[in-house]
T-cell receptor, first 118, second 115 residues
Framework: EAQVTQNPRYLITVTGKKLTVTCSQN?????MSWYRQDPGLGLRQIYY???????DKGDVPEGYKVSRKEKRNFPLILESPSPNQTSLYFC?????????????????FGPGTRLTVT | AQSVTQLDSQVPVFEEAPVELRCNYS??????LFWYVQYPNQGLQLLLK??????LVKGINGFEAEFNKSQTSFHLRKPSVHISDTAEYFC?????????????FGSGTRLQVQP
């Protein structure tokens, strides 16, 4: 089954304790992205990756890091989490914009990771 | 820059009634338009999209949306809703020809279908 998976699904942690949220896709997509969802704000992009070893900042990158060493994986790293990073996080992937035809601009979302930082 | 406004944060409706969820957007460049649905405790699922061509697009689960360029709107409709349509719905836009492919989302509309 084609899918985007995230782990863990739920995480409660304390301020300053480094954590990593993993994201993996099995669709051979080159493009991957991280969003956070907060009430009343919709989803906002944190980081994105056009391909392996190519990453760049989205709209709200402060306090986050990413890496893209393999095409299928795109982990989100919080080096020193703070309470304002309490949120619902989504990973997404997408086929190439033009080569993917009309599906090239669809983004496939993972199930989400609910993070609470106390 | 783009912005998306979903005019209703909550829409209560009775089962088998029609529903319209409103979405307006603002952008200095041309955009693609999407509607996503989020069921409780799940990720986002694409309902439908407008890339080009006919301004009336049909999606999954009986939903459709109409793109109105002059009014910069992309309202979502369903002629008869079911209890199972209870979910949060997000309108989103994506600028043409962008490598970043960052979707700009509205704040969401919670559809509550009552028996």
């Amino acid at each position: 089954e084609a899918q985007v998976t995230q782990n863990p699904r739920y995480l409660i942690t304390v301020t300053g304790k480094k954590l990593t949220v993993t994201c993996s896709q099995n669709m051979n997509h080159e493009y991957m992205s991280w969003y956070r969802q907060d009430p009343g704000l919709g989803l906002r992009q944190i980081y994105y990756s056009m391909n392996v070893e190519v990453t760049d900042k989205g709209d709200v990158p402060e306090g986050y890091k990413v890496s893209r060493k393999e095409k299928r994986n795109f982990p989100l790293i919080l080096e020193s989490p703070s309470p304002n990073q309490t949120s619902l996080y989504f990973c997404a992937s997408s086929p190439p914009g033009l080569a993917g035809g009309s599906r090239g601009y669809e983004q496939y979302f993972g199930p989400g990771t609910r993070l609470t930082v106390t | 820059a783009q912005s998306v406004t979903q005019l209703d944060s909550q829409v209560p409706v009775f089962e088998e009634a029609p529903v319209e969820l409103r979405c307006n957007y603002s952008s200095s460049v041309s955009v693609y338009l999407f509607w996503y649905v989020q069921y409780p405790n799940q990720g986002l699922q694409l309902l439908l999209k407008y890339l080009s061509g006919s301004t009336l697009v049909k999606g999954i689960n009986g939903f459709e949306a109409e793109f109105n360029k002059s009014q910069t709107s992309f309202h979502l409709r369903k002629p008869s809703v079911h209890i199972s349509d209870t979910a949060e719905y997000f309108c989103a836009v994506l600028p043409y020809l962008t490598g970043r492919r960052a979707l700009t989302f509205g704040s969401g509309t919670r559809l509550q279908v009552q028996p």
